[in-house]
C-alpha cells in the first residue's frame, strides 16, 4: 500500500489550499482515511477523519469549521480543503489508512488506528 499526498505549499493567513493523498495498492475504499499534522517541535496531532463511504467525518477542534475531508473513492483519493488557514495551522500534514476495519463505517481519531502512512506534504501559513 502507498500513500502519497501532494497539495501543500506557501500561503497567506486566511487562504485556502486543498491536500490530495492518492492511494494505491489495496482495496482503498472500504477502508476509513484520515489526516494528522505535525507542527515544528510539536508532536503528531489528529487533523480529520472520514469513513469509507464518506457518510461519516471528524474534525479536532482546532480546524472545525474551516477544513473538510472528502473522498473519491473511484479516484482512490481523499482531499482536505483547507480554508481561512492560520499561521498556527503550519505543519506537515500526513494522510494515512485504516488497515483493519474494512466496511466498518467508523472513524478513528488516534495514529495507532491507523496502519498506513503517507510522506508528508508541507503548509505553511504566512502572517
Known amino acids: 500500500v502507498q500513500l502519497q499526498a501532494s497539495g501543500g505549499g506557501l500561503v497567506q493567513a486566511g487562504g485556502s489550499l486543498r491536500l490530495s493523498c492518492a492511494a494505491s495498492g489495496r482495496i482503498f475504499s472500504t477502508y476509513a482515511m484520515g489526516w494528522f499534522r505535525q507542527a515544528p517541535g510539536k508532536e503528531r496531532e489528529f487533523v480529520a477523519t472520514?469513513?469509507?463511504?464518506?457518510?461519516?467525518?471528524r474534525y479536532a477542534d482546532s480546524v472545525k469549521g474551516r477544513f473538510t475531508i472528502s473522498r473519491d473513492n473511484a479516484k482512490n483519493t481523499v482531499y482536505l480543503q483547507m480554508n481561512s488557514l492560520k499561521p498556527e495551522d503550519t505543519a506537515v500534514y500526513y494522510c494515512a489508512a485504516d488497515r483493519d476495519h474494512p466496511y466498518s463505517g467508523k472513524v478513528y481519531y488516534t495514529q495507532d488506528e491507523y496502519g498506513y502512512w503517507g510522506q508528508g506534504t508541507l503548509v505553511t501559513v504566512s502572517s
Open positions: 472520514i469513513s469509507w463511504r464518506g457518510g461519516s467525518t
